[in-house]
Every structure is written in C-alpha cells, then in structure tokens.
C-alpha cells in the first residue's frame, strides 16, 4: 500500500497565525515598521526579499490588507501573487493540503485570509513555508502589528502608564488586540455586550501575558467605564465578514458602542480614537471622530504597509524558500 502523505516538516520554517507567534519579537518589529516607514518617507526601499515571492491567497473582500502586502513586496525588491479562492481549484474542491504542497515547491510564503481558523492551521499545516494569516474568525495578527507601531509612534517609543480602550464586538480583531496590548504591558479595557464578549481561555491567556508585565486586562459593561482614564479608544465593525446574517441582531445589541465626541470627552486628555476599517460610519463611529482631528486612523491604515514589511522581513528573509518537502 501506498504511504499515507505527511504534513510538510521544516524546523526552520515559522508561521504567523496568533499574534502570540511574534511575542517575543513584536518591540523589534514595531522599531522595525517604524523605521522602514521612515526610509520610505526619504525614498529609500531596501531590497531585502529581492528575488523572493509572496503567494497571496483571499476568501474574503480586502482593501488595506492585499494592498499592503502586495506593495510591502514590491518596495522588499520582491513579488507577490493574488490569489482569490473564487479562481482558484480550491474553491472548486481540491484539498487545502494540495493546494499548500503546490505553492510550497513556487513560493517563499503564503498569506492567507479565510473564513476559517481551522483552514487556516491547515494551509500551515501541510505547508513547507511559512504561512501568514491575513484575518479569520479568530485572529488579524498582521493589523495589531500595524495599531500597536501607530501608538508606539504617537507616545514616542513607550508603553508605560498608557491605557487602551476598546469599544465593541469580541471579535478576531479583539483576540489579536488584547494579546498584543498584554505583550507590550499596555493596560486595556475592553466594553463588550453580554454574549459578544471573548471566550474564558482567551481571557485568561491575555491577563497570564499582562500580569509578566504589571499591566491589566478588563472587560466592563459600558463605553464610558472603558473610555475613563484611556488614552486612546479604539473599534471594530459590529457586523464582521461571515457575521452578515446575524445584521439585525447585531446593530441591537451593539447599539450605543460607539466611538463619538461625546465618549471621547470621557477619556484623557489628548486621547484619540483607532479603527481598522473599513467602517460603519454611524454605527460603531461618527463620522466627526473619522473626519475630525482626535483620531490616528489614517496613520494606522498607512502603517498596515510598513507592519507588513517587518513581518515580511522577519518571516520570509532568512527562511527556506521552496523546496521538496512535503510529499
Ligand atoms: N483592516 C483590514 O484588514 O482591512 P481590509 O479588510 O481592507 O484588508
Ligand atoms: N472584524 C472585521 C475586521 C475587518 C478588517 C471582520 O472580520 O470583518
């Protein structure tokens, strides 16, 4: 009989699926995005991935995140394929573990936005390169990279004594954001509804990695308890791509976690509201808070490019590329 395939096994190969995959590295790579911003800033593009390929692959809609990966390629000197599951065989049946053993043997890394987590372990699972998670239903790793360089940036390289709000569903962006907050030692409290509110294992992973550094992770029952003493507030969507049927019941329970003028008179002086976008004006923020000038929205959208460089760097520079590994 034939042997059974196994996994792809490639002990220099690393993945990013959980934030939690780049603790260790997450202060260097902020430095990083930061100073890589700067350089683009004087018009110098270091060439660190010449030569190297970027497999791109998309279950869902995306703006920000395709677009700054495909570009943080281009500027690395490298080369990046988009990959919409609609024209792909694996959106016609062929098996995830197939489909990673065939981009394994083209490209140097997969970035991957599914609808599932599950899916999402087993492109890496199966594949011999390293695999990026671009969003799922469970974690945006790559955008709290990005949030977490904006206010590194806007408090002048440090964490200490700084408070971070969060304002509404317990979704992947909340999972990703409170472990984040937690390795950095940023105290965050989060104001989630009854029912929406993250699992008890997540919670207690993100206060096990902020009580290493002194700091505190909070859920509480109101916008305003959140926003108190924060210095800076941030929101995601309350209806999530995958979330849609759920609309109705949703913009319900959610009514009134907004980020507004009001709420933000609530928070310290000086503090300034965050978004992932793409946005619901009117639903989880005014349009005054996104037009207005206590927000570092635009400056967080731009650094998704300059995150992703970093991560790009770290993980496809000095890895394997392809190879004959998996069977
Ligand atoms: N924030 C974010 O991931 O945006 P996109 O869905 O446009 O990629
Ligand atoms: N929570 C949102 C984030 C979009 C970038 C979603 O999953 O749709």
Same mark, same amino acid.
């Given at each position: ?11 220099? @190969?690393?993945?990013?699926?959980? #934030? ?24 110098? =593009? ?7 390929? +970027?497999? /791109? #692959? ?31 065989? +694996?959106?016609?049946?062929? %098996? #995830? ?24 372990? $087993? ?5 011999? &390169? ?13 955008? &709290? ?37 937690? #390795? ?7 104001? &989630? ?6 699992? %008890? ?16 992770? $909070?859920?509480?029952? %109101?916008? @305003?308890?959140?926003?108190? !003493? ?39 002086? !000086? ?5 992932? =976008? ?11 808070? /996104? ?13 998704? =490019?300059?995150?992703? @460089?970093? &991560? ?16």
């Amino acid at each position: 009989m034939a042997p059974k395939a196994q996994p792809a096994s490639t002990p220099t @190969k690393r993945d990013l699926l959980s #934030i939690l995959d780049v603790a260790e590295e997450l202060p260097s790579l902020l430095r990083r995005a930061a100073e890589l911003r700067a350089l683009r800033n004087k018009g110098k =593009l270091p060439h660190p991935l010449e030569g190297r390929a +970027l497999a /791109m #692959i998309f279950e869902k809609p995306s703006t920000r995140t395709r677009s700054s990966f495909e570009l943080a390629m281009v500027e690395l000197g490298g080369h990046a394929v988009y990959l919409s599951t609609k024209d792909m065989q +694996l959106g016609r049946g062929e %098996t #995830i573990a197939d489909t990673a053993r065939v981009l394994s043997r083209y490209y140097h890394g997969i970035c991957y936005r599914a609808f599932r987590w599950q899916d999402e372990t $087993e492109l890496a699972k199966w594949s011999s &390169i390293p695999v990026i998670n671009a969003l799922d239903d469970r974690e945006h790793p790559c955008q &709290i990279v990005a949030d977490l360089q904006t206010l590194w940036e806007r408090w002048g390289g440090k964490f200490e004594g700084r408070q971070l709000a969060y304002i509404g569903d317990g979704n992947n962006v909340l999972r990703s954001l409170m472990y984040g907050a937690a #390795i950095v030692g940023l105290d965050f409290v989060a104001a &989630i509804p009854q029912g929406y509110r993250p699992d %008890t294992e997540t919670l207690a992973k993100a206060r096990e990695l902020a009580a290493k550094k002194g700091s505190k992770v $909070e859920i509480v029952d %109101t916008p @305003k308890a959140a926003a108190r !003493g924060s210095d800076a507030l941030y929101t995601d969507v309350w209806v999530s791509m995958g979330d849609e049927a759920e609309a109705a019941q949703r913009k319900e329970a959610f009514h009134g976690f907004q980020i507004n003028d009001l709420l933000l008179g609530h928070a310290k002086d !000086g503090a300034f509201a965050l978004h992932d =976008l793409p946005a619901h004006r009117g639903e989880e923020i005014s349009d005054s808070v /996104m037009d207005g000038e206590h927000q570092a929205i635009w400056d967080q959208a731009e650094n998704r =490019l300059h995150a992703q @460089k970093a &991560i790009l760097e770290l993980l496809l520079r000095t890895r394997p590329g392809p190879a004959r590994r998996a069977r």
